[in-house]
């Protein structure tokens, strides 16, 4: 692997204008401060990655009637496809071509919006895909259950402190059960494609169950009534999929 260092360098200029003077002369002072913040992200030394747009798992019909086929259309083959694409552009002549979204997330303060957006949006995106299933599929595993019982009493508070996260989320962005970094679970909200890998995030871990609360994934079918879509959200967990999240993200 070449070592290769990417810097991203932001120059902020600010112009200062001076003008006008007592004697009525115009006196123009024109003074440019700039500022260089130079930061730098490692090499990355993981095994290279090929990001690639997969297959969403299911027909676009088969998440009714709780998520329509229309907004599963438009969500993953224009919305995801959209992130995906954009991601690729952003990522080129970076240098990290080839590193996970995982480190890149954990550098993300010091990389371009561009890849904070686009990244967020097109691993999120697969993260929520694949914790969904037609009519949803399994229940929390023993060690799961046990986990969400220590952090939050009971699945009912549990499944409370989801939905106020999903509901309360200022507008778009997602809602997160996640493994912080000492094993134990959290209830997170994100803004808009922000999620629990990236630095810049209040609440950091590993994110197991996610829930996309922006417009574009529930208003065709609930309009403004996000609670109801929320709801919803719980007919179609696939629990196989994050009992196995859980378990990588502790081991
Ligand atoms: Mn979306």
Redesign the pocket.
């Known amino acids: 692997m070449k070592l290769k260092h990417f810097v991203f360098t932001t120059l902020a200029l600010t112009a200062l204008t001076a003008c006008g003077s007592p004697s009525g002369q115009q006196n123009n002072n024109q003074a440019e401060a700039a500022q260089t913040e130079t930061s730098t992200v490692p090499e990355y030394s993981g095994i290279a990655v090929e990001h690639t747009f997969a297959a969403l798992p299911y027909a676009y019909d088969a998440l009714e009637p709780y998520i329509d086929a229309q907004t599963m259309e438009l969500?993953y083959s224009r919305?995801h496809q959209g992130y995906y694409n954009n991601f690729m552009k952003a990522v080129e002549g970076t240098g990290l071509e080839n590193a996970s979204l995982e480190f890149i997330f954990e550098h993300m303060s010091k990389l371009p919006t561009a890849l904070r957006n686009n990244g967020g949006g097109y691993y999120n995106?697969s993260l929520f895909w694949s914790v969904l299933a037609p009519g949803g599929q399994g229940a929390p595993s023993p060690e799961l259950s046990s986990a969400i019982e220590e952090a939050f009493g009971s699945m009912e508070a549990f499944q409370e402190q989801f939905n106020k996260a999903a509901t309360g989320q200022f507008g778009s962005g997602w809602a997160w059960l996640l493994v912080k970094t000492d094993d134990s679970l959290a209830v997170s909200g994100t803004p808009n494609q922000d999620n629990p890998l990236m630095d810049v995030a209040e609440v950091r871990g590993t994110p197991i169950l996610a829930l996309?609360v922006?417009e574009?994934?529930y208003y065709l079918k609930y309009q403004n009534m996000r609670g109801e879509y929320v709801s919803s959200f719980w007919n179609l967990i696939n629990w196989e999929e994050v009992n196995h999240r859980y378990l990588m993200a502790i081991n």
């Open positions: 969500h919305h995106h996309d922006w574009h994934a």
